[in-house]
């Protein structure tokens, strides 16, 4: 499998705070794989200078052939590199439904003029918006419920219109942050199953941020470990569970245990 | 203090060591709220002086001779005095008022634009407190001592601004607390036009004229103007400077009512350092601006320190208003909005929320306006009717360059 | 036993939605009791509306016999109550140690600041190193250790902990069970939120099953633990 | 509102269903339209109370479009009643009163003004208190190329003929719009309030530069303003004019100027017509729901590849080009431009509209427009004008009259603060804010009392410094706090604000309870 995503040696400090410090790391295409540490760690700062929300202090980040260095998180997202936020960050007035045509807004003729005047295919590129918009809820499972103001869908329905939002610009890695932050084990469950089918059906590669040990053995190929901005392992989940410096900064000895408990009764 | 005992012994606990020497200067008292409050000032006078007059003389270096017959190094020298004296004066006033937005920006984080409006009605009240008293018969003002005189109309400008800005944060802005950030903004605007027209109401019927003229002609002392003589006697080192600007001597000329902001000025800020960085009031201040409901959740009265937040920066609004207008002579219900939008300016540029950063923004443009009117004058094209521009450039080159002012803390938003 | 804290048919609503529908909970004296349920039954809620930060609409909440419901935030507090907010809440800009006095703000004693600060500094020795440090500075584990220390300055009569595992690591979320194991025995009572039903179940004496803002179930922390539906649903069993 | 939703049996609720029925709408539509017409028409100009009435009698005539808008008619109808009244009745009033037009062409004006500062507010979020500066440069565009006063424009010979104008329009939209872009591009990156008070900043700046454009170089004639500006053609309205003359058997004093008054509001209403328009499929449109994500959560909108520089460049430019091509007909229309006509208070002015009609939806706005410019051009001046009259009557008001008026307002007002304080009270919040208006009250009652007492005031003794017209920051000042507290989504709000301010509403409940209000 060729590499969708290389980064190498990534550095970001904040003042006198290193948040992430020489990582690299590399994610092959159409792999489900994971990073874990504890908080703090500069998973999210990670996913932040990926994206362009900060710009890295030194490192290179290779995507699909082109460097990301310097780009805007817009010009990041047209790309083909997409995500979702710890904290969900939805557009809370807008409905379901216009929650992911703004995601489609990368891959639309955005022009004045042509908007104005309502010619040369407007009407059926908003058609085809729309239809696309009510695709991608239906795949996530919130068929019917495209008319419904983001913030008063329940918290569950809101992750998943994140992600949503995140497909419709047509990316090709997708960068998930705690996606299952909150939910209970069946609701993890069921959003496990979404992130295959998101790799399995959308082809999509897919990154995600996650605490929960459930989650992250059962579901990705490979994992990698920060710890104070650095990546301290790496490797497939049963390299990672017998990994004593993860087990002591991280997981724990009894975390550790259950999983392998899991693991042998799976 | 209440809680400088507990300090020492958990200090040593804590450090393991004892506490001795500088250490322990640093951490006392007349170091934390007197000599390094006070450093801290003169330096930034000292600073933002010369790297203007660097500055101007750069510009005199290119344009040596702006006018006819006027040299400009050498008038950049000769007025060099009055410029600092007058930039520090009117820079004090701009940072009275800057703390204002600062202290509600950290509290309530938005930007309380009625703010100017207290600045105006404190030099309103000034003026009719200054005026009734004189009104009682001819010579009364002279009569009083006039520290005695300065105090009172000071702390009536503070006591009425300050109770008035309690007032407009509950009646105005609290009820929309936790509104989308527009609305308490605009309703910030609404109550000072609404101040501003209420006040000239207020003026049109008791004086039938808005141009109120503080009669500080009746007080001797305010015309006073102690002059320091420098010549090459008694200050030898000079000699540069009485080449530069080509005289034997040179007088500083100091205005009674300029060094009566600066003294008034920087004794009120050494209070409110203290309070706010030295008292349990002002660590509960500082616990709501940074999370309100929690700070509730630990016993504090969040309201309570909202208003006692609203009513510091309203007195030093007030306060602010009254030594203005002794300063300045006439004030008008609209006195408020050039010095508003300057103190603003000073506020972002230091770093909105710092307090520091008020006083240095504050100071820098006191200081970079009167710079800018005392070389304007030469350059006919400009003039200083141009100041106002300039003064506003420098708001929008900073925030270009550093979003969060000079002394403020660059923060990347959390995601 | 005595009953601390005891509510009675609590309703909370934000804005339309009704986030709490008839709660009844009581908390004994010495007890640590736990609510557990899935994100948006309520937990949260609950401690919310007994410190004040959300309104009861209906129903009834005793504090030692005397009735607090509807008082606000720094009221409750005085009255007792202590509230480690979820997400921890550190005032970042202030030293630790400012922020250890803020969580005494209703104590004017400087003698009895300085002990009960030494009293939390024994549970949670790396606070006592970071005491001039500013509070964001600190871990996210540390923070957590200093919210606690922050709520226990006010030495109240129960301890309301909002999910004080939530964003730790597995092996700081251990410690911290085991030190709220040790301020229980030494006396606090606790109600405590916990999305980690398993680790909240093994240290608490009874809990609460709450489910879209109803209570569906309690019991003593032992049958809980058993019991099939609470398996399933809370602790990930198949 | 209790009563219409509760009860059918109440008598107006039984009105207002029979009013729903579309062909009894229609009707009452036709006859209000006709007797609010005939009420202006029929008025006594030389009356003493003629300001007072007028003042009372245009308002509902202008905005009968809104009433029209919200009957349950066909779409079509509606829209047809509403050219009828903008396209024949208007102008047949302005016939017989031409101040009226003027007023009209005014509303126009301000309600394009508005509408483009909605796009800038109310789509995209970007407080812009300096928007007047766009208005003035579509205006001095114009001045400047056709005043004949000595600038450098008239020396060199730079000026162009009256009938350029309708080319300068578009020449204003040009200009107005890269003024736009310009202003966007340092301001853009600053959030929030630095925006709002950078470009009150950036307006400031613009109105100075004008004031001190008049010397070395004469660009602007400095304060004094450019005048003699000119006005395209109206010739061909002449006829028509005259005609009218003859129909309505109303001789016409000056027929020029009325021809012109009806050339300026057709390309006012036309200007409004476009701009209506514009701003719905810039709404309606990926362009619309970008602003929309850019307003709601700018992080958010950039990561889903929302280019934000660029968005809010467009919504700066869009918005800067309607006040572009106004203020070129407003240079036209009042043939005289200064620097005075685009203060601060201009800016506010314009935001209060888009606040009272409500931030965001193009109707609320209009309302907005229509309802401050009244209050501001009619309202207040027409109060002062009453005075006046009064004055010159030597008018007086008797004492009792007073007494009578101080304590049936401060009555109501005080009962209903009264009430307010009881249910605040029982929420223990809040209570404050009614604490202040019943204290006024109070105070206002004891100064009627106390200072006119039995005596009767003569309307001579008014002092000039408080008319009424001279207190329109007060007014606007009242007006935005109270929108602000009572309906800051405005009288007609727009669907999602109205949720977006709810559900603010409930966490400011939460805020509140966390600060716990009183």
């Not at chain 2, 600092?84 to 634009?113: D, E, P, R």
């Not at chain 3, 939605?17 to 899935?38: C, F, P, Q, R, W």
Request: charged fraction near 15%.
């Amino acid at each position: 499998m060729a590499n969708l995503l290389e980064v190498n040696d990534l550095l970001k400090t904040f003042g006198g705070l290193t948040a992430v410090k020489n990582v690299s790391l590399v994610v092959p295409q159409g792999s489900i794989s994971a990073i874990i540490g504890p908080n703090g760690a500069g998973k999210t700062t990670f996913f932040n200078l990926l994206t362009g929300i900060y710009k890295p202090d030194n490192g290179s980040v290779n995507f699909a052939g082109r460097s990301l260095l310097g780009l805007r998180p817009d010009q990041v997202c047209k790309a083909g590199m997409s995500r979702t936020f710890q904290n969900i960050r939805l557009f809370p007035g807008m409905s379901a439904l216009e929650n992911v045509m703004v995601g489609m807004h990368p891959r639309l003729n955005i022009n004045m003029v042509f908007t104005i005047l309502r010619v040369g295919g407007f009407a059926k590129q908003e058609v085809h918006v729309r239809e696309k918009a009510s695709d991608l809820l239906r795949f996530v499972g919130l068929g019917g419920k495209g008319d419904e103001v983001a913030r008063n869908l329940p918290y569950g329905d809101q992750r998943r219109l994140e992600i949503a939002r995140a497909l419709a610009s047509d990316p090709k890695l997708i960068l998930l942050d705690e996606p299952t932050a909150g939910m209970n084990p069946q609701e993890s469950e069921a959003a496990m199953g979404l992130f295959r089918r998101i790799r399995d059906e959308k082809g999509v590669t897919v990154v995600l941020i996650e605490h929960d040990m459930k989650v992250v053995m059962g579901i990705s190929e490979y994992i990698s470990v920060l710890d104070y901005g650095e990546k301290i392992a790496a490797g497939s989940p049963a390299e990672i569970r017998a990994n004593p410096r993860v087990v002591e900064a991280y997981l724990g000895r009894r975390a550790t245990e259950e999983a392998n408990k899991n693991a042998t009764r799976a | 203090m209440a809680t400088d005992t507990t300090s020492t012994s958990l200090e040593s606990a804590a450090q393991g060591v004892s506490v001795t020497g500088w250490e322990a200067f640093k951490n006392s008292w007349f170091y934390k709220f007197t000599l390094f409050p006070l450093g801290q000032i003169f330096g930034f006078i000292l600073g933002v002086s010369v790297i203007l007059t660097v500055l101007a003389l750069l510009l005199a270096v290119v344009f040596p001779e702006p006018r006819e017959n006027i040299n400009l190094t050498q008038q950049i020298a000769r007025q060099l005095p009055d410029m600092i004296i007058g930039g520090v004066s009117i820079g004090f006033v701009y940072a009275m008022i800057a703390l204002g937005y600062t202290l509600v920006y950290g509290v309530l984080k938005f930007i309380n634009f009625a703010h100017s409006e207290f600045f105006m009605v404190g030099s309103v009240v000034g003026f009719e407190v200054m005026q009734r008293i004189g009104a009682a018969g001819e010579g009364v003002l002279e009569a009083w001592n006039p520290i005695l005189l300065i105090v009172a109309l000071v702390l009536s400008g503070m006591v009425i601004s300050g109770t008035l800005a309690v007032i407009v944060e509950r009646v105005a802005y609290r009820p929309l607390r936790g509104a989308p950030r527009l609305v308490p903004l605009i309703s910030a605007i609404g109550v000072s036009f609404l101040l501003i027209d209420v006040v000239r109401g207020f003026a049109a019927i008791t004086r039938n004229d808005f141009n109120l003229t503080y009669p500080v002609s009746q007080v001797s002392f305010f015309q006073q103007r102690p002059e320091i003589t420098l010549t090459p006697e008694n200050a030898p080192l000079l000699q540069f400077w009485f080449t530069a600007a080509n005289r034997d001597e040179i007088d500083i000329g100091l205005r009674m009512t300029s060094l009566i902001i600066i003294v008034a000025a920087i004794l009120m800020l050494l209070i409110l350092n203290w309070f706010v960085n030295g008292t349990k009031q002002g660590r509960g201040i500082r616990a709501v601006s940074q999370d309100m409901a929690t700070a509730g959740l630990m016993g504090i009265n969040a309201n309570l320190m909202i208003s006692l937040t609203f009513f510091l920066g309203g007195a030093f609004g007030g306060a602010a208003g009254v030594l203005y207008g002794l300063n300045v002579g006439t004030v008008t219900p609209f006195v408020g909005f050039i010095p508003g939008l300057t103190a603003f300016t000073a506020a972002v540029l230091g770093g909105i929320g710092n307090m520091t950063g008020a006083l240095l923004g504050g100071l820098a443009l006191g200081l970079i306006e009167t710079f800018l009117n005392g070389i304007l004058v030469y350059f006919p094209a400009f003039g200083q009717r141009y100041t106002p521009v300039f003064t506003f450039s420098v708001l929008i080159l900073v925030l270009l360059f550093r979003p969060s002012g000079l002394l403020g803390a660059k923060v990347d938003e959390k995601v | 036993m005595q009953p601390v804290l005891e509510i009675q048919g609590l309703h909370t609503y934000y804005g339309h939605i009704h986030a709490l529908k008839g709660i009844d909970v009581t908390v004994n004296k010495g007890e640590i009791v736990t609510l557990i349920g899935s994100n948006g039954a309520g937990k949260s809620t609950i401690l919310r509306t007994i410190s004040g930060i959300a309104k009861a609409r209906q129903g009834s909440i005793r504090l030692d016999g005397k009735d607090i419901t509807n008082k606000r935030p720094h009221e409750v507090t005085a009255l007792g109550v202590a509230h480690v907010p979820e997400g921890r809440r550190i005032f970042p800009e202030l030293s630790v140690r400012e922020n250890l006095e803020i969580g005494a703000w209703n104590v004017n004693d400087p003698s009895l600041i300085t002990q009960r600060m030494e009293q939390a500094f024994e549970f949670f020795p790396r606070i006592k190193e970071r005491l001039f440090q500013k509070g964001g500075t600190l871990s996210g584990g540390e923070q957590q250790m200093l919210a606690i220390s922050r709520a226990l300055m006010s030495d109240p009569d129960i301890l309301l902990l909002d999910e004080p595992s939530m964003g730790l690591a597995p092996v700081l979320v251990e410690l911290i069970f085991e030190i709220i194991k040790r301020i229980n025995a030494q006396g606090k009572t606790i109600l405590l939120v916990e999305q980690n039903a398993l680790m909240a179940l093994e240290i608490a004496s009874r809990g609460y099953v709450l489910q879209t803002g109803q209570i569906v179930l309690k019991d003593s922390a032992a049958a809980l633990m058993v019991n099939d539906s609470v398996r399933k649903a809370y602790l990930g069993e198949s | 509102m209790t009563a219409r939703t509760s009860s059918t049996s109440n008598p107006l609720a039984q009105m207002l269903g029979f009013l729903k029925q579309p062909m009894v709408a229609l009707v009452a539509i036709i006859a209000y339209l006709l007797l609010s017409l005939g009420l202006l028409i029929g008025l006594d100009r030389g009356s003493t109370v003629f300001p007072l009435l007028s003042m009372i009698f245009f308002p509902p005539f202008v905005l009968a479009p809104f009433l029209i808008l919200a009957s349950p008619l066909d779409g079509k109808i509606k829209l047809a009643l509403i050219a009828i009244q903008l396209i024949i009745l208007l102008p047949l009033l302005g016939i017989f009163d031409s101040t009226y037009l003027e007023l009209a062409i005014q509303i126009c004006i301000f309600a394009g003004l508005a509408l483009g500062l909605n796009i800038v507010v109310g789509f995209a979020g970007l407080l812009d208190l300096g928007y007047i500066a766009f208005f003035a440069v579509g205006a001095y565009t114009w001045a400047m190329f056709t005043s004949p006063i000595d600038t450098i424009f008239t020396i060199n010979n730079w000026t162009v003929s009256a009938n350029a104008f309708y080319g300068f329009v578009f020449l204003g939209v040009f200009f107005a719009g890269v003024a736009g872009i310009l202003l966007g591009l340092p301001v853009l990156r600053l959030r929030g309030d630095y925006l709002a008070i950078v470009t009150l900043g950036f307006g400031e700046i613009i109105r100075i530069v004008a004031n001190n454009l008049g010397s070395p170089v004469n660009i602007t004639n400095g304060s004094q303003g450019l005048d003699t500006v000119s006005r395209p053609s109206a010739d061909f309205l002449h006829p028509f004019v005259i005609g009218m003359e003859q129909i309505t058997g109303r001789p016409i004093a000056n027929v020029e100027p009325l021809a012109y008054q009806i050339l300026f509001y057709f390309i006012a209403i036309l200007m409004i017509v476009v701009i209506i328009v514009v701003a719905r499929n810039l709404e309606n449109s990926p362009i619309g729901r970008a602003w929309t994500a850019i307003r709601e959560d700018e992080t958010a909108a950039i990561a889903m590849g929302v280019p934000l520089t660029r968005m809010k460049l467009m919504a700066f430019a869009s918005g800067a080009a309607f006040a572009g091509a106004l203020g070129v007909l407003y240079g036209a229309k009042q043939t005289f431009v200064s620097p005075e006509s685009f203060s601060l208070i201009q800016s506010i002015s314009i935001l209060a509209m888009v606040i009272v009609g409500g931030l965001g939806g193009i109707r609320g706005v209009l309302l907005g427009a229509v309802v401050v410019t009244l209050l501001n051009l009619q309202v207040l001046k027409n109060l002062s004008l009453q005075i006046n009259a009064w004055k010159n009557v030597d008018a007086v008001i008797p004492g009792w009259f007073i007494i009578a008026a101080a304590v049936v307002v401060g009555g109501l007002l005080l009962y209903w603060a009264y009430r307010q304080l009881r249910a605040a009270l029982k929420r223990r919040e809040g209570w404050f804010s009614y604490l202040v208006p019943a204290v006024a009250a109070l105070l206002g009652v004891y100064i009627a009392i106390s200072s006119f007492g039995a005596q009767d005031f003569p309307i001579a003794n008014w002092p000039s410094q408080l008319e009424p017209a001279r207190y329109e920051r007060l007014v606007f000042g009242v007006l935005l706090v109270i929108m602000m507290i009572f309906r800051p989504s405005g009288l007609l709000p727009e669907p999602r604000r109205k949720m977006e301010l709810a559900a603010s509403k409930r966490e400011q409940e939460q805020n509140k309870a966390a600060g716990a209000g009183d």
